[in-house]
Nanobody, 123 residues
């Protein structure tokens, strides 16, 4: 299977910046989509940003112009640069990756999630 490990969360004041990283490991054949989601207390998990293997991206309206998603295909790593952070950005941020991996003498699809990293923005 494929494992995702996130890092970079923490506590920051409003207006500050944080950079999240997520590295995928395992018998990876290809990763088609990597993305970031977040879940605030009492709310449903929501999409923050995704980036496809070709580099195309999509962002939630609430983060456009403030967050930037990027990926290093050679390292199977996705990043989320978060600038001009607001208290409403406070949430647990989860990394997601979808692609295919080697299993025995074949390959199979995967859809993996990281364990989550807390981002807290104080006012």
């Amino acid at each position: 299977q494929v494992q995702l490990v996130e890092s970079g969360g923490g506590l920051v004041q409003a207006g500050g910046s944080l950079r999240l990283s997520c590295a995928a490991s395992g018998s990876i054949l290809s990763i088609n989509v990597m993305g970031w989601y977040r879940q605030a207390p009492g709310k449903q998990r929501e999409l923050v940003a995704v980036i496809r293997i070709g580099g195309s991206t999509n962002y939630a309206t609430s983060v456009k112009g403030r967050f930037t998603i990027s990926r290093d295909n050679a390292k199977n790593t996705v990043y989320l640069q978060m600038n001009s952070l607001k208290p409403e950005d406070t949430a647990v941020y989860y990394c997601n990756a979808q692609g295919s991996y080697y299993t025995n003498w074949a390959h199979a699809p995967f859809d993996s999630w990281g364990q989550g990293t807390q981002v807290t923005v104080s006012s």
